[in-house]
């Protein structure tokens, strides 16, 4: 493992010093860089095994060379936020649910991010003032929101006064019944998630959910798992997400263990997202077939509570769908067949509605 450092690593030149990438790589990682933010946190460079050249999590944060290639497919707003944003600040792809982008800067910078051109130190910034009031008007305004999910950016890299602003002005709205965060800061920064933080995230009559970002289990050391229990502890259900990363956790193991390990966090494994057709993101995209064979191989070998919901978001901003195998089959003659977590084929009689 690396040594400890104190502050965050947002430099090409900073990541060849502290061991994380060899000299001779400097001039293309600084080419990434000019392009994409960079920063990776004391805790995630106390993961990386400098050592392997393969490893896990290097993969996920230090810049690669590969991020200057973009295919034909790959778009800059890859699920379209842009065409869904009524107002500054808000999202509204779907009916009952809202995105508040509260902050575009992350404590760490994901190298397969799907809004890589939108975050860091020269995306959009921080909502100001103004915007802000607007976009929980917007909220106010429209009955029709039920949930409200803050996301970026990071939004718990604000301050618990700000966020603690943000979840008052929410609970005076009758209409918001559930509040989401999305979120690396307990897996990347744990120390963050002090009292402080953890008080200003609930609000009265509010639900709060905090989905915590992780894609491999080592990601989960003591720290972090210390963060998650004070917000667990809290009364805030905890959910996931990881994205399937190839070279990360496109293994059933690994992908299986990481699932466990959330679930031992008390932590519900929420959704596996698809690769997105993010610009530069190509070497970390698998096949959605081989994703299908992922989830065959955690269904009936981990428990029930280890099963992420694996989906896509369909390019252009129209909303993400599960992509998971199907288990049923129909014969030529509408004999209808149920695959087994082993490959086996069962007949199941057809139902009195005739459905075939």
């Known amino acids: 493992m690396t040594a400890p450092f104190r502050r965050p690593l947002t430099r090409a030149r900073q990541l060849v010093d502290a061991g994380l990438a060899p000299p001779e790589k400097l001039e293309a990682l600084e080419a990434v860089a000019a392009r994409y933010a960079v920063s990776i946190t004391p805790t995630v460079a106390g993961l990386i095994d400098a050592d392997d050249p393969d490893d896990p999590i ?44 509260l ?13 890589r051109e939108m975050v860091g130190p020269s995306g959009h ?14 909220i106010r305004d429209t009955e029709a929101i039920w949930e409200v999910i803050l996301t970026g950016g990071d939004p718990l890299v604000a ?13 005076g709205i009758d209409h918001v019944k ?18 402080a933080l953890v008080e200003a995230l609930k609000a009265s009559g509010k639900a709060t959910y905090v989905v915590v970002h992780a894609n491999h289990p080592r990601e989960l050391g003591e720290e972090a798992c210390q963060a998650l229990a004070r917000l667990a502890d809290a009364g805030i259900v905890l959910l996931s997400q990881t994205v399937l990363l190839a070279g990360v956790n496109d293994d059933p193991a690994v992908l299986g263990a990481l699932m466990r390990r959330l679930v ?59 992509i998971g195998p199907s288990y049923i089959e129909t014969s030529p003659d509408t004999e209808r067949l149920i695959r087994d977590t082993d490959g086996g084929r069962h007949s199941y009689p057809p139902g009195t509605d005739q459905d075939g």
């Open 264 to 322: 031992e966090n008390r932590i519900k494994p929420y959704y596996l997202h698809h690769g997105d057709l993010a610009p530069g993101t190509s070497h970390f995209r698998t096949g959605i077939g081989e994703g299908q064979a992922l989830m065959r191989a955690l269904r009936g070998r981990w428990s029930g509570l280890c099963q992420p919901t694996y989906v896509l978001d369909i390019p252009g901003g129209h909303g993400k769908v599960p």
């Open 178 to 195: 559930v509040v989401r965060f999305h979120s690396r800061v307990p897996v990347v920064e744990p120390g963050r998630i002090d009292d």
């Open 159 to 171: 301050s618990p006064r700000r966020l603690g602003e943000v979840m008052q002005a929410l609970a």
């Open 125 to 138: 910034g921080t909502l100001s003032g103004d915007a802000l009031a607007a976009a929980l008007a917007y």
């Open 58 to 101: 290097a993969r996920q944060f230090v810049p690669d060379a590969a991020e200057l290639v973009t295919s034909p497919e790959e778009r800059a707003d890859p699920i379209g936020d842009d065409a869904h944003s009524p107002i500054e600040g808000i999202v509204h792809r779907y009916p009952d649910r809202v995105l508040l982008k």
């Open 103 to 115: 902050v575009h800067v992350c404590p760490v910078y994901c190298r397969f991010c799907f809004r």
